[in-house]
């Protein structure tokens, strides 16, 4: 709004707005009328401030005074309501503020109307300018032309002219020149190719046609040689790179080869450019020859481009870590393997450089350090041999306990035979005596077998064994076995008459013996059982 | 480097004849022909006046001497030192003489090129060529001889005739599309003619030998245009020099440009070498004074030595900002040169007159830029070799070979002011001439 105040028409707008500035320095509206308008605008906020300043509490009365003088300059009807009373027409006064606004919008419009409007005069004064430049170099261009054309109209006028004067010159001096002898000489000369001169003739007329188009004829000649010559060595230089182009792009790419909008068509126009370079007949400038020759090449190029794309791609791929090729490892891949296998190398290497230091020491060294070495040696000798014993004795400790807990079985199991055999004994013996109930001459010896108790015992134990032969035969491996299981019961036995606690670890200390019983008991749980059952059971059947 | 004495010369008439055994020269009526290599004198001629233009003919038997005012032609013959003749066009004036390629017959242009008369040596036949124009080069002969080219203007129209040498007959004679016909330049292959207009129209026009139009090549419309043009030697390349110090090279194939070349004042490319000449004080041993000096002494306090420098690159050049409201403006590229075998191109630019710019063709890149002291006379490469030499105006002369550079002054007392150089068809030696002298320097076999 600012900018456009030189353009707004100021009377309308200095009036109603200027009088607050205006007011608030004085605030006396006796001497208003005196002062001179200022034009500047107050900003808004001032405005505000401005409104207050003007009519106050004070001069309510001064003010009124002062704008209805103003109103009535401007030809608004008195806001009084008679012509000297101090009363204010509320109407009248209503009105006077309704047509200030009318007013006030209506040079609002205006100004806008205005700034538009300059707006379209500034764009158009650019545009003018413009044309007038354009204009103004076309004026000069058009300038030029005419006089160029008036120039060269005058100047053809005096050409004429002059041409007229040659005329009539010349044909003063042909006059004249008859009367003199324009050339004197001695002797004329003979030609210089020594040919004697001839007549012109029509004859001569066509020689000469013909020599200028030979002469003519020949130089083109010349120049289609060099042509042909230039041609010859780019077409040796395409078919260079053709040949390159194709070794430098791997086998594989056959395939895009194929996938070509020609197909197969495609193999068979190379094929044949194949056999036409074979035969070298790139000599040969024929339009097909050199298309297809062109067209080659610029496939093979396009593919050697996709290649080195692809490959540009890859290495893109890999340093952003996706890799999808197999065959292709990454860089950063790579650089670890490198890395590591550098690493395994130097370690090596390490290792055989110490190697071959202890070799050389071990060869090379004096007494003091073979001592000590020999010495380290020994200390680490028996350090593993501690490691060992200690391992040595766990084992055998654990042994000792499958021991104790193996000869707790067994000694169950022979409570359980002795039981066993107890019984049996009672069986037979009712046997026996329901036997011998029907015969009476029957001997003690047999009573001796079962009716002792220690010796029952061992009577049973040979009885059993004795009984248990003729079923042995049946199995053949129990012979061995209840001797060993006599044995090893005789040996219960006779440790059962003792103290278990005491007795039974003093037997197993010695080594050599530890064998024995393990295999003892080993075959005993094994087969021993069995055959026992076995026989029970051979007995018990009939 | 062997310089021989200074003799006398006027008119800047000095020539090597085309087989290089003699040297022809003028001081003022008389042609003395002297022997190449010795400086003898071998004949004396007398012209019955002040001699304005020699040539010696293809065989070199023979020399021209043309005086204009006279309008008349002395020919002279080295075998027979009796035999004379001399050609007076009269009243119809002289404007130019020239041998035909075959070395018996004399153009000569009458004044206001009313018409160009074919005097025979050998018999007496006259032809008569018509309609000439006033122009730059309105005749050219092919390089073996056969054809010439004349450039005649008809009813305010351009035309070119080509005649065969051998019995001047015509050829062919078509329009140009040219508003002023400028001039006219056969390639060195005889088979292609080129034709530019005036310069404020850039139109270089290219026609076949048998008068069809091959191609034509504008650059741009408004601003001056061509100033100079040349062909390279193999016919490979135009050369299009103009007034918006730049050069355009067209190619032999497609006749299209290939290349612009700018001359700017100030070089910044790394790769160009600069050499600036740059004057040395002279050294004197203070025992040598003596009062009153003596002739060398004074001679060599006050001749000034200079040298070439390798400046580095950027090197703005010493630029002189053309006048505007002049015809004619020294602006553009008024000189250019291509070397014998093909590499080199040489260019000067007229807003930047102290320097020769050397092109490298096989890579179309600035090779080397001299810088002199004084503005560049005159540019000639050695028909044999890649050879540049320049002077400008002082008595130092400045070769210049891919080799290297070197500066050279001619010995003797006084000015040797050379404004023009020519070579000796061998490559050996160079004609050396200023307004009043000329010298002939030998150069040995292994020099720069």
């Known amino acids: ?542 | 480097m062997n310089f021989s004495e200074l003799f006398k010369l006027s008119g800047l008439l000095g020539r090597f004849s085309p087989d290089g055994k003699c040297l022809a020269s003028c001081v003022q009526h008389r042609l003395v022909v002297r022997d190449a290599s010795s400086l003898q004198i071998l004949h004396l001629y007398s012209c019955m006046d002040q001699i304005q233009y020699i040539e010696w003919s293809s065989d070199s038997q023979f020399i021209l001497c043309a005086m204009y005012k006279r309008g008349i032609v002395q020919v002279w013959s080295l075998e027979q030192s009796e035999w004379y003749c001399k050609i007076d066009e009269g009243s119809a004036g002289l404007v130019a003489s020239c041998w035909s390629p075959d070395g018996r017959h004399i153009l000569n242009t009458t004044e206001f090129h009313l018409r160009i008369t074919v005097w025979s040596l050998c018999t007496k036949s006259v032809s008569y060529i018509k309609y000439p124009k006033a122009c730059q080069q309105g005749v050219a002969f092919t390089k073996d001889g056969r054809y010439m080219a004349v450039a005649e203007r008809r009813d305010c129209k351009d035309f070119i005739s080509i005649f065969v040498c051998r019995n001047w007959q015509l050829l062919r004679h078509f329009d140009t599309e040219t508003q002023d016909l400028f001039g006219i330049e056969w390639a060195p292959n005889g088979c292609v003619l080129a034709a530019w207009d005036t310069c404020l129209e850039y139109k270089v026009l290219l026609y076949s030998l048998d008068g069809r139009l091959l191609s034509s090549y504008r650059a741009y419309e408004w601003p001056l245009g061509i100033k100079s043009i040349a062909w390279s030697p193999s016919s490979q390349f135009l050369a299009i020099g103009s007034f918006d110090e730049k050069v355009r090279i067209l190619n032999h194939v497609t006749w299209k440009k290939i290349t612009e070349l700018e001359h700017p004042a100030v070089i910044t490319s790394k790769k160009t070498i600069v050499y600036k000449e740059v004057e040395k004080s002279p050294t004197l041993g203070t025992e040598r004074l003596s009062f009153p000096p003596t002739r060398a002494l004074a001679s060599s306090l006050f001749s000034t030595q200079s040298k070439y420098d390798i400046c580095q690159v950027p090197v703005s050049l010493h630029y002189i900002k053309p006048v505007a409201d002049k015809a004619n403006p020294k602006v553009g590229v008024g000189m250019l040169a291509f070397s014998a075998d093909n590499s080199f191109l040489a260019t000067k630019n007229d807003n930047i007159p102290n320097a020769v710019w050397i092109w490298d063709i096989r890579k179309l890149k600035l090779a080397v830029v001299l810088e002199q002291l004084y503005t560049i006379q005159c540019f000639q490469w050695d028909p044999c070799q890649p050879r540049l030499a320049v002077c400008t105006g002082s008595s130092r002369v400045y070769l210049w070979s891919p080799a290297g550079c070197v500066v050279v002054k001619v010995p003797g007392e006084g000015d040797f002011q050379i404004v023009s150089l020519s070579w000796h068809s061998s490559g050996d030696s160079m004609l050396l001439l200023s307004k009043d002298h000329f010298c002939v320097c030998y150069l040995e076999r292994e020099e720069v």
């Open chain 1, 1 to 542: 709004m600012g900018d456009w105040r030189t353009v707004t028409v100021p009377l309308l707008s200095s009036d109603s707005k200027n009088i607050f500035p205006y007011t608030s320095e004085r605030k006396s509206p006796t001497s208003m009328s005196s002062e001179v308008l200022r034009l500047s605008l107050p900003s808004s906020k001032s405005m505000h401030s401005f409104f207050s300043a003007f009519c106050t509490e004070e001069n309510i009365e001064q003010s009124i005074s002062y704008i209805d003088r103003e109103l009535t300059t401007m030809g608004f009807p008195s806001i009084y309501a008679e012509s000297k009373g101090k009363e204010l027409d509320l109407v009248s006064m209503v009105n006077c503020m309704n047509e200030l606004l009318v007013l006030q919008h209506k040079n609002l419009r205006a100004q806008e109307e205005i700034e538009v409007q300059h707006l379209k005069l500034g764009s158009d004064m650019d545009h003018l300018q413009n044309c007038y430049s354009k204009l103004k170099v076309q004026k000069l261009q058009n300038v030029i032309s005419s006089r160029a054309t008036q120039y060269n109209h005058d100047m053809k006028r005096k050409e004429r002219e002059y041409n007229k004067l040659k005329e009539r010159l010349h044909q003063l001096v042909m006059n004249k020149k008859d009367k003199k002898l324009a050339m004197e000489v001695l002797n004329y000369v003979g030609r210089a190719d020594g040919k004697r001169g001839a007549w012109r003739t029509d004859k001569t007329e066509a020689r000469n046609e013909e020599e200028m188009y030979k002469v003519l004829l020949s130089d083109y000649e010349q120049r289609q040689k060099q042509l042909l010559l230039e041609n010859t060595e780019l077409k040796k230089v395409l078919q260079q790179m053709k040949k390159d182009i194709i070794s430098l792009l791997p086998p594989q790419k056959q395939k895009p080869k194929e996938r070509s909008e020609d197909g197969l068509v495609l193999s068979d126009q190379e094929e044949d450019i194949g056999e036409l370079n074979k035969e070298n007949m790139w000599e040969l400038s024929c339009e097909t020859v050199r298309e297809q020759l062109t067209n080659s090449i610029r496939k093979q190029w396009r593919m050697l481009k996709n290649h080195v794309e692809k490959l540009d791609n890859q290495v893109s791929r890999g340093h952003s870590g996706a890799l999808n090729e197999k065959d292709v490892i990454s860089r950063e891949d790579h650089e670890l393997e490198t890395g590591k296998l550098e690493l395994e190398i130097q370690q090596c290497k390490e290792m055989i450089r110490t190697q071959q230091q202890l070799l050389q020491q071990q060869l090379t060294c004096d007494d003091d350090t073979t001592l000590l070495l020999q010495d380290c040696y020994l200390l680490e000798e028996r350090e593993r041999l501690q490691e060992e014993w200690r391992l040595f004795r766990e084992q055998k400790k654990n042994f000792e306990k499958e021991r104790k807990s193996f000869t707790e079985a067994a000694i169950r199991l022979g409570l359980e035979r002795k039981a066993f055999e107890e019984d049996r004994g009672a069986w037979l013996k009712h046997q026996f005596l329901s036997m011998t109930a029907d015969c009476k001459s029957e001997n003690a010896t047999t009573p001796s077998a079962f009716l002792r108790s220690s010796d029952t015992d061992h009577r049973l134990v040979r009885s059993s064994s004795q009984q248990k032969r003729p079923p042995s035969v049946l199995s053949t491996t129990a012979s061995p076995e209840p001797c060993q299981i006599s044995q090893y019961i005789t040996q219960n036995s006779v440790a059962s008459e003792k103290p278990a606690a005491d007795y039974l670890p003093n037997l197993w200390v010695e080594s050599d013996d530890k064998e024995e019983t393990e295999e003892c008991t080993k075959t005993w749980e094994d087969s021993g059982l069995d055959t026992l059952c076995r026989n029970l059971h051979m007995e018990q059947l009939p």
